[in-house]
């Protein structure tokens, strides 16, 4: 199974931050990626897609890049809407899998 | 609206067998792969199974393979999850979401609880 590695697993940053979110896949995964965000009791919401594609209604400030194994999910301006956890998922091949989640709190 | 809606978890014991539901509405259901998520209290993502939107391919995360069952109705806009053999370590909540073909998943219902205790 392909391993997604993220880091960090938390972060504490302020509002107006620029805030990046790294993904490391085990093996190559061209750009079969996603990435979510996912508020206490709530589902996950798709924000990016195919690594960098932005999911439609997602603010602009969040965008991802990267391919093969190495891809990152990029807040340019953090807002107090932001904090939550985030995930990476690879989609390339079975079992899917996700990213351990990287929690983003308020410093 | 393009909602997804589960239903059908609950408390059941170790070994006993539980049947999630999830109703499919304002989107062609048969257009859309579906796979059933969870998530273990206070943890992260985990898939869990899929089926492609033909009925064609099915595929299970190796700690649920022989005991869970995928299936979908796209004439009743529903989809399924047979649970077997329950354990404890089975115990989160479960999401279905959809997908279009080899992509991320971008429509999740709201998640159902199934507590795997005695």
Redesign the interface.
């Known amino acids: ?1 392909i391993q997604l590695t993220q880091s960090p697993s938390s972060l504490s940053a302020s509002v107006g931050d620029r805030v990046t979110i790294t993904c490391r896949a085990s093996q190559g995964i061209s750009s ?1 990626l ?1 990435w ?1 965000q ?1 508020k206490p009791g ?5 924000l990016i ?2 690594a960098s594609n932005l ?1 439609s209604g997602v603010p602009s400030r969040f965008s991802g890049s990267g391919s093969g194994t190495d891809f990152t999910l990029t807040i340019s301006s953090l807002q107090p809407e932001d904090f939550a956890t985030y ?1 990476c ?1 690879q ?1 390339n091949n ?8 990287t929690k983003v709190e308020i410093k | 609206q393009v909602q997804l809606v589960e239903s059908g978890g609950g408390l059941v014991k170790p070994g006993g067998s539980l049947r999630l539901s999830c109703a499919a509405s304002g989107f062609t259901f048969s257009d859309y792969d579906m796979s059933w998520i969870r998530q273990a209290p206070g943890k992260g993502l985990e898939w869990v199974s899929y089926i492609s939107g033909s009925d064609s391919s099915i595929n299970y995360a190796d700690s649920v393979k022989g005991r869970f069952t995928i299936s979908r109705d796209n004439a009743k806009n529903s989809l399924y999850l047979q649970m077997n053999s329950l354990r404890a370590e089975d115990t989160a909540v479960y999401y279905c979401a959809g997908s279009t073909v080899d992509s991320a998943f971008d429509i999740w219902g709201q998640g159902t609880m199934v507590t795997v205790s005695s």
Request: net charge neutral; glycine share 12%; hydrophobic share 40%.
């Open positions: 199974a079969a996603a979510y996912q709530k589902a996950p919401k798709l897609y195919d999911e995930y998922q989609f079975f079992p899917l899998t996700f990213g351990g989640g």
